[in-house]
């Protein structure tokens, strides 16, 4: 008995490391995974989460603490328009830093601005 089990013993190993390979080999010629390759059931997404659940039927409920909510600020006596042009002319000018930055900062809330 025990000279059957000495023998068992590299067959075992050697199927592993086979089936280490095969699964290498396997995993590089697949490919990506997509919606179209899997069963009935897999579902991959687009990276986001769902806005509610999927039902038996076929349905879909939306949930509305799942939902994002989008806070756009008023925009009534708003100067500037959403284009800007491809004719404005370029205006280079030295880099701004820092302290350009602050001392703007400070311009605007003493009111010099």
């Known amino acids: 008995e025990d000279v059957n089990q000495l ?3 590299p067959r075992v190993k050697i199927k592993m490391r086979l089936g280490l390979f ?3 080999v396997m995993g590089a010629r697949r490919g990506v995974m ?3 390759r899997g069963n ?3 579902y991959k997404g687009r990276g986001c989460k769902p806005t509610g659940v ?3 039927k076929g349905g879909f409920i939306v949930l509305k603490n799942r939902v994002p909510d989008i806070v756009v600020p008023s925009l009534e006596g ?3 328009k959403p284009y800007v042009s491809y004719r404005t002319p370029y205006i280079s000018g030295k880099p701004i830093s820092a302290e350009d930055i602050l001392e703007l ?3 605007i809330t003493e009111g010099n601005l």
Do not use: A, I, P
Request: charged content about 30%.
């Open 40 to 42: 009935k059931n897999f």
């Open 7 to 9: 023998e068992e013993q």
């Open 78 to 80: 708003f100067k500037l």
């Open 22 to 24: 095969t699964s290498f």
């Open 105 to 107: 900062h400070q311009d």
């Open 54 to 56: 999927h039902t038996n």
């Open 34 to 36: 997509t919606s179209k």
